[in-house]
């Protein structure tokens, strides 16, 4: 699989065939302290996620990012984005998909061994799979997928411990055998997995039910095919590129 350039003016902004949804922050080109109401796709499918009136993340342009990049801030208590029109299966496949992210975690205030639980960095709202946060003194990324197989249940990847307020890049990958987290260039933490049958819920990043994330979100993209471990390691090239994460 290749990646191609989409805008001639970015050499670094890229994509791959199965990118089913893209959002970066600061091409919203709000002024610092924003509500904001729309995540506008860049992958070329018009796959927009929007917010509530009075439950929108804010936009930060002053400083603390990277290389002075911009980001959104969802506040824990009530801000998601998401759209109505797409469950998760429009930007992921039961068979395989990725998800990928530039965060950083403001708390996590539970460590429960059930993931959805804990805080959310996205979920489908049906509980088939997520990202959410175990938390304590610090936390993990805990990657998590229901497995149909009989007697098997929740499979997640917990990464290795993290520090709040600290920027990471968060992949997340299913390839229809293993569940996998990586952050940063470390190696991925893998846990075997089966096939899911159906990817119904909503798709909604910063929250499931009532388990909101208190995190800053830079950028998100998603992808519907598992991908290679090659197009893993372009995918953290191009987002190391650009934030300076490691």
């Not at 070329?44 to 804010?58: C, E, K």
């Not at 984005?81 to 708390?107: E, P």
């Not at 990586?182 to 190696?187: C, E, G, K, L």
């Not at 519907?224 to 390691?233: E, K, P, R, Y």
Request: glycine share 8%; aromatic share 14%; with cysteine.
């Amino acid at each position: 699989m290749k990646l191609v350039e989409v805008e001639a003016v970015e050499k670094h902004l890229i994509k791959f065939s199965s990118n089913t949804g893209w959002w970066r922050i600061e091409d919203e080109g709000l002024n610092d302290g924003d509500p904001i109401s729309t995540f506008t796709d860049k992958s070329g499918n018009s796959r927009n996620l929007t917010a509530s009136s009075g439950a929108r993340p804010t936009y930060e342009s002053s400083s603390g990012m990277p290389n002075n990049h911009h980001y959104a801030i969802f506040d824990g208590s009530d801000d998601t984005v998401t759209n109505a029109s797409y469950n998760a299966g429009t930007f992921l496949d039961a068979d395989g998909y990725v998800l990928a992210m530039v965060v950083n975690v403001q708390a996590a205030p539970t460590s429960s061994s059930t993931p959805y639980s804990n805080d959310t960095i996205w979920s489908d709202t049906s509980g088939w799979t997520g990202l959410h946060l175990k938390g304590g003194s610090d936390f993990q990324f805990q990657s998590y997928h229901w497995d149909v197989a009989p007697g098997s249940g929740i499979e997640q990847a917990l990464s290795g411990q993290k520090s709040f307020n600290t920027w990471y890049l968060c992949i997340m990958r299913y390839d229809g055998t293993n569940l996998e987290t990586w952050v940063n260039n470390d190696s991925a933490v893998q846990e075997p997995a089966n096939n899911q049958s159906t990817l119904s819920g909503q798709f909604r990043i910063g929250t499931y039910s009532v388990r909101y994330g208190e995190f800053k979100l830079a950028e998100f993209a998603t992808f519907d095919s598992g991908l290679t471990t090659g197009d893993i390691n372009d995918l953290k090239t191009y987002f190391n590129d650009r934030y300076s994460l490691w």
